[in-house]
């Protein structure tokens, strides 16, 4: 028994260090979100990013979808397979700016973009609707470089709203759901479309009305300037 105790620290010691790889990635993909908002706020006159949140999934979520997967209990195993172990969520304000801020990570260097879900141009049967990116992510520890699988999703408001509820309605519920309720969940993740697409024209059109504004005040300006440029001349 005690000639089995340093692998036991060892194993210990490689289940710490697997699950602290996710953290440490989660951090990652945080801090460059944290960047995009900074700027946005501080440069732009806009931040599409509403907020955001993170999570590492339960040891009894990763052995369910152990299961599930039919993978060994190898932590080279559950990597390669379970790569929503770490998840990172950003709301957005519209639509539009989910594929900005979805392009915006994608397009950094050191983010390796392994697959891409689109669940609002294709919908599942349900009615969820979500981005989902699956990128990897290097993390750098004392003695060796990893690339880390992260879940992205982005959504708007109003997708999240009716995901999390969707989710706390079927929560711990393991039976068939009943066909009335199916069907009511869809149509009220078609009015969060709808609610989606109306808000957004809505934007558009002051987006629009901001612009001219900005041409007249800009134009009202320039001409004042030269007006009193000419007066100084003469």
């Not at 959504?155 to 706390?168: V, Y």
């Not at 199916?182 to 002051?206: F, G, P, T, V």
Request: with cysteine; charged share 30%.
């Amino acid at each position: 028994m005690i000639q089995n105790i340093p692998n036991l620290k060892e194993l210990q010691q490689e289940i710490t260090r697997f699950l602290l790889q996710y953290r440490f990635a989660l951090k990652e993909i945080e801090t460059k979100v944290e960047i995009l908002q900074e700027e946005f706020e501080l440069i732009h006159e806009y931040n599409p990013i509403e907020h955001v949140t993170s999570r590492i999934k339960s040891p009894q979520s990763i052995i369910n979808k152990m299961i599930k997967k039919g993978c060994t209990s190898s932590l080279t195993d559950i990597k390669e397979n379970i790569r929503d172990i770490a998840g990172v969520r950003i709301i957005c304000s519209f639509t539009e700016d989910i594929y900005k801020i979805g392009d915006m990570l994608k397009n950094q260097k050191d983010v390796e973009v392994v697959q891409i879900k689109d669940y609002i141009k294709n919908q599942k049967a349900n009615g969820y609707r979500s981005l989902h990116l699956i990128v990897k992510i290097p993390i750098f520890m004392s003695d060796r470089m990893e690339h880390v699988y992260v879940e992205i999703q982005i959504r708007t408001i109003a997708m999240d709203f009716w995901a999390s509820l969707e989710h706390k309605i079927y929560y711990k519920y393991n039976k068939e759901i009943p066909k009335h309720i199916q069907d009511s969940l869809r149509d009220a993740a078609q009015q969060a479309a709808e609610l989606d697409k109306k808000m957004e024209d809505l934007n558009s059109e002051i987006n629009i009305l901001k612009a001219h504004d900005a041409s007249k005040n800009n134009h009202h300006f320039t001409t004042e300037l030269l007006a009193k440029f000419s007066e100084f001349l003469s």
